[in-house]
T-cell receptor, first 111, second 112 residues
Framework: GENVEQHPSTLSVQEGDSAVIKCTYSDSASNYFPWYKQELGKRPQLIIDIRSNVGEKKDQRIAVTLNKTAKHFSLHITETQPEDSAVYFCAPLGGYNKLIFGAGTRLAVHP | DTAVSQTPKYLVTQMGNDKSIKCEQNLGHDTMYWYKQDSKKFLKIMFSYNNKELIINETVPNRFSPKSPDKAHLNLHINSLELGDSAVYFC???????????FGPGTRLTVL
């Protein structure tokens, strides 16, 4: 079956630093790559996504880069703020059009 | 004006009982989903409906039965609840199967 791995599982940064989370997937047919943010006790929320015909997409402090050949995509957060603290999930679209969620990365931004 | 809503928010019940969770979306989306998030935060899809038709049915015990009366609603009925069913259940919706999904607030189910 599809395999999705996220690294690191936890990430601790100082406010203002950058954070990068990498997601590796196994299904070469995947063509849609979203990232979700889940704050404590809240619902997962889509923060950025990218399709396979694009290598990079940016939205203010958040960017996603895709390397289809190597089958990985990464979330980049610049100028981190305490409110960026959350669990981040990658969820590439796999077979049967299912989102396959990674195990999550817990990001802590310290003031 | 909530986009995806679920009721109830919390559900505490005894083993062996039957319970239902309701989900509604007012986004006009054609696809709805049920996910289970366990205590380790793993998010796993259970079911998906597209235009009221079941399109994804993961390896879920048949005690779980989804029902989609129309495109805006997807309910989840669970029979003979077990301790291992304790989790947070999220409903979600999207326009098409390859688009971003919008999640409901979740229903925290505790089986005693």
């Amino acid at each position: 079956g599809e395999n999705v791995e996220q690294h690191p599982s936890t990430l601790s940064v100082q406010e203002g630093d950058s954070a990068v989370i990498k997601c590796t997937y196994s299904d070469s047919a995947s063509n849609y790559f979203p990232w979700y943010k889940q704050e404590l006790g809240k619902r997962p929320q889509l923060i950025i996504d990218i399709r396979s015909n694009v290598g990079e997409k940016k939205d203010q402090r958040i960017a996603v880069t895709l390397n289809k050949t190597a089958k990985h995509f990464s979330l980049h957060i610049t100028e981190t703020q305490p409110e960026d603290s959350a669990v981040y999930f990658c969820a590439p679209l796999g077979g049967y059009n299912k989102l396959i969620f990674g195990a999550g990365t817990r990001l802590a931004v310290h003031p | 004006d909530t986009a995806v809503s679920q009721t109830p928010k919390y559900l505490v019940t005894q083993m062996g009982n039957d319970k239902s969770i309701k989900c509604e979306q007012n986004l006009g989306h054609d696809t709805m989903y049920w996910y289970k998030q366990d205590s380790k935060k793993f998010l796993k899809i259970m079911f998906s409906y597209n235009n009221k038709e079941l399109i994804i049915n993961e390896t879920v015990p048949n005690r779980f039965s989804p029902k989609s009366p129309d495109k805006a609603h997807l309910n989840l009925h669970i029979n003979s609840l077990e301790l291992g069913d304790s989790a947070v259940y999220f409903c979600a919706s999207s326009q098409g199967v390859d688009r971003g999904q919008f999640f409901g607030p979740g229903t925290r189910l505790t089986v005693l």
